[in-house]
Nanobody, 122 residues
Framework: QVQLVESGGGLVQPGGSLRLSCAAS????????MAWYRQPSGKQRELVGT???????RYADSVKGRFTISRDNAKNTVDLQMNSLKPEDTAVYYC????????????????WGQGTQVTVSS
């Protein structure tokens, strides 16, 4: 089995910073893409940013220049540094990974973390 466990959410004032972390553990041979998504209350889940195995990143327009995604392939972790936070960043943030359990797996299996709440409010 595989687990993705997020940490680092909480309450922060507008303009503040938070760092989210996610650790993947269990029966993992390799991880392809890791990402962060978020889901504001009453809205659909949306992509925040992705980081490929080789390190290339992609961000939603709404967070470019404010958020930075990074990963440690040796530890199977992905972080999201969030700066200049705005009230509209309030959401449950989910960690995502697509991975193989063993070398001979055909295709990648998708896994999600349980989510961590980020609230930006004064």
């Amino acid at each position: 089995q595989v687990q993705l466990v997020e940490s680092g959410g909480g309450l922060v004032q507008p303009g503040g910073s938070l760092r989210l972390s996610c650790a993947a553990s269990g029966s993992i041979f390799s991880i392809n893409t890791m990402a962060w998504y978020r889901q504001p209350s009453g809205k659909q889940r949306e992509l925040v940013g992705t980081v490929a195995n080789g390190g290339s990143t992609r961000y939603a327009d709404s967070v470019k220049g404010r958020f930075t995604i990074s990963r440690d392939n040796a530890k199977n972790t992905v972080d999201l540094q969030m700066n200049s936070l705005k009230p509209e960043d309030t959401a449950v943030y989910y960690c995502y990974a697509d991975l193989k359990y063993k070398r001979e797996d055909f295709g990648w299996f998708q896994w999600w973390g349980q989510g961590t709440q980020v609230t930006v409010s004064s």
